[in-house]
C-alpha cells in the first residue's frame, strides 16, 4: 500500500470510521469501483501486524478517508448516492455492494461494514423531475415497489 501524503483539489472528503477492519474495507471499496486506488496510509499501530489505522482511497476521483477508530456503527442518516448509466451498472453496484451487507427498498443497501449506499439510475431522475406531476407521481409510485431499481419498469410507470 501506498504510504505518500497526497493533496486534493477536493476540499471537503468523507471520513469514515471504521473498527479493526480498514484494511479490508480498503481493498473491498477499490475492488467494487472500477476508477478508484488507495492513496495514502498510515500504519499507526505499533503492534506486529502493524495495521493500517488512517488511509485515503479515491472512488471514481472522490477522496475518502477512513479511520481505525473503535467500535462504532454506521446508520442510515449518511448514505453514498452511486450514479448509474445502465441497468448493467445498478445491477453491478447493487450486487456488488450489498454482498455480505443487507438490500433494502428503494435502492438502498447496505454493505458489509454497514455503510449505507443508494443505487440510483441516471433515468430515475429525469423520470422523477418531469413537468407533469401525474408522470413524476407514477414513477414514485413505482420506485416506492422496488428494491433494486429497474429502469424499465421506471419508464414503463412514466409512461402510464
Known amino acids: 500500500m501506498a504510504t505518500t501524503m497526497e493533496t486534493s483539489a477536493q476540499r471537503i472528503a468523507p471520513f469514515l470510521w471504521f473498527n479493526g477492519n480498514v484494511e479490508e474495507a480498503l481493498k473491498f471499496y477499490t475492488s467494487v469501483f472500477k476508477d478508484s486506488r488507495i492513496g495514502s496510509v498510515s500504519n499507526l499501530d505499533t503492534g506486529a501486524h502493524g495495521k493500517v489505522t488512517v488511509a485515503s482511497f479515491y472512488l471514481n476521483g472522490v477522496e475518502f478517508m477512513i479511520l481505525d477508530g473503535g467500535p462504532f456503527a454506521f446508520n442510515e442518516a449518511i448514505s453514498f448516492y452511486v450514479k448509474c448509466e445502465t441497468q448493467d451498472e445498478v445491477d453491478y453496484y447493487w450486487e456488488e455492494l450489498s454482498n455480505g451487507g443487507e438490500k433494502s427498498q428503494c435502492g438502498w443497501l447496505k454493505d458489509k461494514f454497514g455503510v449505507s449506499w443508494q443505487i440510483v439510475p441516471d433515468a430515475m431522475v429525469k423520470l422523477m423531475y418531469d413537468s407533469d406531476p401525474e408522470k413524476s407521481k407514477r414513477v414514485m ?11 424499465a419498469d421506471l419508464e414503463k410507470a412514466y409512461e402510464g
Do not use: V
Open 141 to 151: 409510485t413505482a420506485m416506492m415497489k422496488m428494491s433494486k431499481m429497474i429502469i
